[in-house]
């Protein structure tokens, strides 16, 4: 069975860094490529980051582009997503996702970031 759980969220301060962790289990890892995809109230999904399955390769969304970094540690089977210069419009629900082209198929409970003074 695939499982995805993420951690690391929380409530943080405009300026702030928070680094999100998925722990990922059921599958090989090593193989697949991961994403990460946000949810802020009211809104749609929102596509955020993408890793290749060994690292190589990476692409972010613009809105985070220069502030979050998605990062693997594939003897450890977690995905990271590091958060920095937080703004409050980046307050969401965020998930870890196994992204097999073209789709997400399976997803995590998800973790909430709440940014705000």
């Not at 680094?19 to 009211?42: D, E, I, K, N």
């Amino acid at each position: 069975e695939v499982q995805l759980v993420e951690s690391g969220g929380g409530l943080v301060q405009p300026g702030g860094s928070l680094r999100l962790s998925c722990v990922a289990s059921g599958f090989t890892f090593s193989t697949q490529a991961m994403s990460w995809v946000r949810q802020a109230p009211g809104k749609g999904l929102e596509w955020i980051s993408t890793v290749n399955s060994d690292a190589s390769l990476s692409s972010h969304a613009d809105s985070v582009k220069g502030r979050f970094t998605v990062s693997r540690d594939n003897a450890k089977s977690t995905l990271y997503l590091q958060m920095n210069s937080l703004k409050p419009e980046d307050t969401a629900v965020y998930y870890c996702t196994k992204y097999n082209y073209p789709d997400m198929d399976y997803w995590g409970q998800g973790t909430q970031v709440t940014v705000s003074s």
